[in-house]
């Protein structure tokens, strides 16, 4: 089992640009979480999706970020318009129901 | 809403010396709480979970509901142990987790 895998590791875009981050939980795994940790900061909880389903998404900024979970293949969370200040690591979790979270290697935006 | 506070940024000891990362938290209702650890160049990992009560690579945590305190504790030190420490909250099992800023420890040989 490879575990959260997440793609890509590192991600640069210019202002104003498309960013699309990848997330493929655990084999097994139906619940998928996403977390943003700014520098010198904690991890952040943004979104938390089942297949097809966004459970909570209390942590979401309102405007520019999205998150899907399609009934094939991998979650994605999708940044349009990106600011400077969306320059963070990235980390996806995955858990089985009543489990605890797994999280993967997070993807490092930079935002130039 | 739920908090996790972490009051030390950086820890150091010595080798062989105990060790005790704080972690403590505001939540009004019975939470779930975690500890989990990040080696250099490596993923975030579950270390403890506090439901289990288990003990894992020589550390424990236990819950005190009237301190509102998740301390993670070993009593020896190891300089494998070197890493940062983040102390979770979860409202239930499977629901969003809060985390504490983390704590990077540092044994010292």
């Known amino acids: 089992n490879a575990g959260v895998m997440q793609n890509p590791r590192h991600l640069v875009r210019r202002r104003g640009q498309e960013a699309r981050l990848r997330c493929s939980p655990m084999k097994g795994h139906s619940h998928v979480y996403w977390y943003r940790q700014l520098p010198e900061e904690g991890l952040k909880f943004m979104v938390y999706l089942q297949k097809e389903n966004i459970i909570d998404e209390s942590g979401m900024p309102k405007e520019r970020f999205s998150a899907e979970f399609p009934k094939e293949g991998p979650s994605i969370l999708r940044i349009q318009q990106v600011v400077r200040g969306d320059s963070a690591a990235y980390f996806c979790a995955s858990s089985g129901t009543g489990l605890p979270q797994h999280f993967g290697d997070g993807t490092r935006l930079s935002i130039l | 809403a739920q908090r996790v506070t972490q009051p030390e940024k950086l820890l150091s000891v010595f080798k062989g010396a105990p060790v005790e990362l704080k972690c403590n938290y505001s939540y009004s209702g019975s939470p779930e709480l975690f500890w989990y650890v990040q080696y250099s160049r490596q993923r975030l990992q579950l270390l403890l979970r506090?439901?289990s009560r288990e003990s894992i690579k020589g550390f424990t945590a236990d819950l005190n509901k009237g301190e509102t305190s998740f301390h993670l504790k070993k009593p020896f030190a190891q300089e494998e142990d070197s890493a940062m420490y983040y102390c979770?909250?979860?409202?239930?099992?499977?629901?969003?987790?809060?985390f504490g800023e983390g704590t990077q420890l540092t044994v010292n040989p």
């Open positions: 506090h439901i």
């Open positions: 979770a909250l979860s409202e239930t099992s499977g629901s969003r987790l809060t």
